[in-house]
T-cell receptor
Framework: DTGVSQNPRHKITKRGQNVTFRCDPI?????LYWYRQTLGQGPEFLTY????????KSRLLSDRFSAERPKGSFSTLEIQRTEQGDSAMYLC?????????????FGPGTRLTVL | QQPVQSPQAVILREGEDAVINCSSS?????VHWYRQKHGEAPVFLMI???GGEQKGHEKISASFNEKKQQSSLYLTASQLSYSGTYFC???????????????WGLGTSLAVNP
């Protein structure tokens, strides 16, 4: 198992464009999380999945953000009509989802720059 | 709901000790500790689940107080490799019942110098 992978690692886009990121969790991990992190801050929760079900979405997230995990394996995060304030590192993490033990394994992140 | 971490930054000489604190205004389900080096993803250190729990090994350990509102991370005889930003992530029970998510502190920057 090679751990959590994310693609692309870097994305530069112009304001107003749509972008999509992919996360492949550790196989057989039931839970998958998306976070956003800006310089000097801790990860900010965006949303999380238990298998294919999206169980919670941050109220901070505007309608421009959407995430899917159609088959309970990989997940995609789409940002529509990007704004400069969306520039950040987008982190994906997965965990086994076992009761009491929710160690989260992070991917390397996708760094988004909106010009 | 965001936990408060203190101190914000620590500078040590190799071999010195440090304590990083994480406090919440509400009782927590658990506390997670992670370390993140510049340009890298956070790496898991440990989870504490029970009030009064202490966990870890001789060099890096953590405690969770009885009320489950404060946790401390202890770094003993620090090594150069300990440098990075330490985050606590607090797990709360959400309104959806068994759904849980991590709320992260702002981090404590630790620099260990030779």
């Amino acid at each position: 198992d090679t751990g959590v992978s994310q693609n692309p690692r870097h994305k530069i886009t112009k304001r107003g464009q749509n972008v999509t990121f992919r996360c492949d969790p550790i196989s057989e991990h039931n839970r998958l999380y998306w976070y956003r992190q800006t310089l000097g801050q801790g990860p900010e929760f965006l949303t999380y999945f238990q298998n294919e079900a999206q169980l919670e979405k941050s109220r901070l997230l505007s309608d421009r953000f959407s995430a899917e995990r159609p088959k309970g394996s990989f997940s995609t995060l789409e940002i529509q009509r990007t704004e400069q304030g969306d520039s950040a590192m987008y982190l994906c993490a997965s965990s086994p989802g076992l009761a009491g033990d929710n160690e989260q394994f992070f991917g390397p992140g996708t760094r988004l720059t909106v010009l | 709901q965001q936990p408060v971490q203190s101190p914000q930054a620590v500078i040590l000489r190799e071999g010195e000790d440090a304590v990083i604190n994480c406090s919440s205004s509400k009782a927590l389900y658990s506390v997670h500790w992670y370390r993140q080096k510049h340009g890298e993803a956070p790496v898991f250190l440990m989870i504490l689940l029970k009030g009064g729990e202490q966990k870890g090994h001789e060099k890096i350990s953590a405690s969770f107080n009885e009320k489950k509102q404060q946790s401390s991370l202890y770094l003993t005889a620090s090594q150069l490799s300990y440098s990075g930003t330490y985050f606590c992530g607090t797990e709360v029970i959400t309104n959806a019942g068994n759904n849980r998510k991590l709320i992260w502190g702002l981090g404590t920057s630790l620099a260990v110098n030779p």
